[in-house]
Every structure is written in C-alpha cells, then in structure tokens.
C-alpha cells in the first residue's frame, strides 16, 4: 500500500495543526469493523493520530433523503444495524456516542439555503459507527449525521462541504463515508479487481492530486468509468463533500488505497493543514 506522506510524518503533522482536517473513508464490507485488517488499522492509527475533535459531523452513504437535507439533532442517536446476513459479533454492536443537538441545529440554520431541516428519527448507519469504532473507540466524541439529498448534482455536494468549511476552525472533524467505487452487481469474490473500477479510481486519485475538482464534479470527465463504478451515486457523494471542505492550504494525504471484492474503492484521502 503506497501511502504519501509516512505516516509517522503525518501524525507530526496533525498534532500540531491549530485546524481540523476533513476526511473522506472508503469503508467497505461492514465487517471492517469488527476484523484485524490493513483497513481497520490504519483507522485506528489515523485516530490515534488526529487531534481529539469537539464534535464530529458525518455524511454517510447511507442516509438518502430524496428532495430534502436533514440534520440528526439527537441527544443519543442510536445505533442502525442497516445491513443483513452478518454475524452476530456485527449485528449486536452499539456505538454509544452523544449526539450535539445544539450544534446540529446551528449547522441546521447554517444550512438553510440547501433547505435543511432538523431530524431525529435517524441516528448512526453503518457508513457511520462502523468507521467510528476505529477512530474513536471510546465513543467519546459527539457526533451527528447530515443526509445526502439524492435528487441533487454533484456541484449541489461540492457546495455543502464549502458551507461546511468553516466548521474545522470550531474543532469539528467533517468526515465522508462511502466508496469512490461502489457497484454491488459486479462484486468479485475471487479479489481480482475490474479494470474499469482500477481506471476510476485512479482517474479520481489525479483530480485529487491536482486539485482538479471540476472534474470530480463533472459526470461527463469520466466517461463511462463514473456510471460503471457508481450505478447510483450516494457512495461517491461523500467524497465530493469532502473535497468542497478543503482549500489551498490544505496537503492531501491517502490513509488506504486498493479495490476490494473487484468492485469497492477502499480509498480514503484526508486534507490537513500544511
């Protein structure tokens, strides 16, 4: 796994950093978050590493509100086992974490031009807590959900993050989860990754690198690698956040890289402070 810079080096890095990053996690088959994996330890190391946030606001793939932004503002917002057929070491896993009601609804307000509204019906997916569990395994941090308006384009995400950006001086961690390729129909079980999934995420790794975010942006960029690896795109989504949320005084660091399965991106890219 090439990762740029060390990881040592980007630790150094983060704790001396007066300004949260924001971070964009691949996070795969929910298993992820109860097996020892390379996936698995590098996000416990990334959270070993990140200066302890003030609250961490999350955009997971997983919560697709059509026509609507919605704000979780719950006290404890519970735990979503939104998946089947996993062990019962997954299924019966809670992450206790507070929520930050009057912080959500501040962001809710922030947030009016996209018409968000407030929420309490939600909670934590699995795009969310299963990640958590390895940053912060001590549920120590409050943490809130913002759904993804389906019905919106990708310069509608890009957008949000940019309203969102100010949030990182306040100490919020604004973290994405999805995967940048994301096609259940076309999962391999052999591991042996699809062309076209290796050519899209690698097509992303140079908009990002080149801070090319009009082509990130662009469903046309691509060609047919976009709608190959995204037959939908609430996966990919988050990662277009994330990027809104960075600026030029960022450094672009990739935390895992590789395709799992054939089909799923397991890239996660963090903008941190230089």
Do not use: C
Not at 13 to 22: D, G, I
Request: no cysteine.
């Amino acid at each position: 796994m090439n990762i740029t810079p060390s990881f040592q080096h980007l630790a150094s890095r983060l704790k001396q950093s007066n300004r949260m990053p924001v971070l964009f996690l691949g996070h795969g088959n929910p298993m992820n978050a109860i097996e020892d994996n390379q996936y698995s330890q590098r996000w416990k190391a990334l959270g070993r590493s990140l200066v302890k946030p003030q609250a961490i606001l999350v955009i997971s793939a997983h919560w697709m509100t059509p026509g609507t932004t919605l704000v979780d503002v719950s006290e404890k917002p519970r735990t979503i086992h939104d998946f089947h057929g996993f062990p019962a070491a997954l299924t019966e896993k809670n992450y206790g974490a507070l929520g930050s009601p009057s912080l959500a609804t501040e962001i809710t307000d922030k947030l009016s031009e996209f018409g968000a509204r407030t929420d309490t019906s939600w909670g934590l997916d699995h795009g969310a807590w299963t990640v958590l569990e390895a940053l912060y395994p001590k549920a120590d941090v409050p943490v809130f959900q913002l759904s993804i308006d389906i019905s919106k384009d990708l310069n509608w995400h890009f957008s949000i993050g940019k309203a969102l950006a100010e949030l990182r001086h306040r100490g919020v961690l604004l973290l994405g989860s999805g995967n940048i390729v994301h096609n259940l129909g076309a999962l391999r079980f052999d591991g042996v990754a699809h062309d076209w999934a290796i050519e899209f995420d690698a097509f992303v790794k140079r908009q990002l690198d080149d801070r090319n975010f009009a082509s990130l942006i662009n469903t046309r960029a691509s060609g047919k690698l976009l709608t190959l690896s995204n037959p939908t795109l609430e996966h990919y989504i988050p990662a277009v956040t994330i990027a809104g949320a960075s600026d030029a005084n960022d450094d672009l660091a990739y935390i895992t890289e590789g395709i799992d399965l054939g089909a799923l991106s397991m890239r996660s890219f963090l903008f941190y402070s230089k």
